[in-house]
């Protein structure tokens, strides 16, 4: 299967290609040619399987230069007991219509874990595949939990470096303990004087800066990426939706072929696009519903068709949905408007930092997207009233989608059912979910974890117990310009 870039300049290459190069070389980001498709008999099919060999089955038809041995051994690695005990993507009845689908059993407790406890494995056999002698360093920009989820993903790969780069004041207690107590000798962790955005840019500048390219080149480094614009991040997700769908109809929720709608808070758009890609592969879903938090650009743009990103940017008790620039919606313009003007479009967002999209082109978007925003006093009390109702304690980005879920509903009120993406433990956000069942100030830093517990009785997830016991290895604070100094630190 051909992989091409979204912008139409980047030539044409292999999963494995685009897996190890991260980003298209005119700066798009990389799509497969043409999606595979789903039909009755492959559901049933997947129906009768463990979620490793959903996982294997999905990504076989993307990755067609893997062999599904390859892919089936990595498969049972990333997602076997030992990783995500219990089962990787389980998904459980709240209310009538809600299903939550809880993507958050894997080792760092947010559901980046999903994509990035198998990516490592299919980057390593993209390495080999493509014949790469040098040493991979994956510049790594993140709102929170795509650094952590990294990390424990690439920690003491061989081949393989990973730098991670958060914004100082942008991530929670408990996700900058994880991050900066990361063990591992391949690892760095930066704090960077800026937000995510600025993180990212600045990793965005790296990659296409060519003397810094050419420097690492020549001391036998290239740099790739594993945020959420990798190919190899992307595929992964599709599958826990086809997943869930198949648990729903064996456990006789839903028949085969009824309709479902889809509700995921959203940052980067890598998730709820991985859901976008499995309706087009036919799998039964109405409407996407895109819920956002105050930094409610998505929200705007699938109102308007305009996307702007000159508007002020807030900190929110959802921090890994903090972003302005969500990278993947260039995806979801080019399958519906195409490369040439999804290269328009990335330009004038370059330019400007806005673009208009076309009135046929938003139409058609519309037919899928919905977009919700949830401000933080209605995520808190989505938290509380959600607890109280029905004993399930969510964290607060997932709690963005669950209060978009409920007003979805209630719009459209003829009863199908709704999968709601469930993105992080509550404990990983435990200082905010505290606060907003018990309207009182949580303890600091993990005293909130142990807090919680005590309060709602349920068990901390083990990866979160004792980080504050557990030794900090980077301290490190750094201004946006000096992420080419600290690439130079990792590549000699
Ligand atoms: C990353 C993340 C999101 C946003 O997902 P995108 O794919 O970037 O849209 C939402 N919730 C949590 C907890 C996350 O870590």
Redesign the pocket.
């Known amino acids: 299967m051909n992989y091409v870039s979204t912008r139409g300049n980047g030539g044409v290459t292999t999963a494995a290609g685009a897996i190890k190069q991260g980003l298209a070389s005119d700066g798009g980001l990389f799509m497969p040619e043409k999606l595979p498709e789903l039909d009755e008999k492959l559901m049933k099919k997947l129906s009768e399987m463990d979620y490793p060999e959903r996982a294997a089955t999905v990504l076989s038809m993307f990755l067609d230069d893997y062999t599904y041995e390859e892919l089936l051994s990595d498969c049972r690695e990333a997602y076997g007991e030992s990783r995500f005990p219990g089962g990787a993507a389980p998904c459980s009845a709240v209310g009538k219509r809600m299903r939550i689908l809880e993507l958050?059993h894997g080792p760092t407790a947010?559901?980046?874990d999903m994509a990035l406890q198998i990516m490592p494995r299919l980057f390593v056999r993209a390495l080999k595949k493509t014949g790469e002698k040098r040493t991979a360093l994956i510049l790594v920009a993140t709102?929170?939990?795509?650094g952590k989820?990294a990390l424990e993903g690439y920690k003491d790969v061989e081949g393989v470096k990973i730098a991670v780069y958060y914004p100082v004041n942008g991530v929670s207690r408990v996700q900058q303990l994880q991050m900066v107590t990361q063990e591992g000798n391949n690892v760095a962790v930066y704090a960077v004087k800026g937000n995510f955005d600025d993180a990212q840019t600045g990793v965005k500048k790296i990659f296409s800066d060519r003397s810094q390219i050419k420097e690492a080149d020549e001391k036998g480094y290239f740099f790739s990426s594993a945020n959420?614009i990798n190919w190899g991040r992307l595929a992964p997700?599709i599958v826990y939706y086809i997943s869930a769908y198949c648990d729903l109809v064996a456990k006789g929720d839903i028949e085969y072929g009824e309709k479902v709608d889809v509700c995921?808070?959203?940052?980067?758009?890598?998730?709820?696009?991985?859901a976008y890609i499995a309706k087009r592969m036919g799998l039964p879903v109405r409407k996407l519903v895109c819920a956002s938090n105050k930094n409610n650009i998505l929200t705007d743009f699938l109102s308007t068709g305009v996307y702007d990103r000159n508007r002020s940017f807030y900190t929110t008790m959802?921090p890994?949905?903090d972003?302005l620039i969500?990278s993947?919606l260039e995806r979801l313009l080019y399958l519906v408007a195409g490369s040439k003007a999804t290269a328009e479009y990335t330009k004038q967002l370059s330019e400007t930092g806005r673009y208009q999209v076309e009135k046929e082109v938003f139409d058609k978007i519309k037919e899928d997207f919905e977009g919700y925003y949830c401000d933080e006093e209605n995520t808190s009390q989505t938290v509380s009233s959600i607890y109280r109702e029905y004993g399930y304690l969510s964290?607060t980005?997932?709690a963005?989608a669950i209060n978009a879920a409920l007003r979805f509903a209630e719009k459209v009120s003829d009863g199908t059912k709704i999968i709601v993406?469930s993105?992080?433990s509550p404990y990983?956000?435990a200082s905010s979910v505290y606060e907003a069942i018990t309207d009182k100030k949580a303890p600091e830093g993990p005293e909130a974890l142990e807090a919680l517990s005590e309060l709602t009785g349920v068990e901390i997830p083990a990866p979160l117990s004792g980080l504050d016991k557990k030794k900090v290895r980077f301290t490190k604070v750094i201004e946006v310009g000096q992420m080419p100094e600290t690439v130079r630190e990792n590549t000699i």
């Open positions: 958050w947010a559901f980046k709102s929170g939990d795509t989820a959420s997700q995921v808070p959203t940052g980067n758009f890598g998730n709820i696009f991985a959802s890994s949905m972003i969500s993947n964290d980005h997932s963005v993406a993105t992080a990983k956000f």
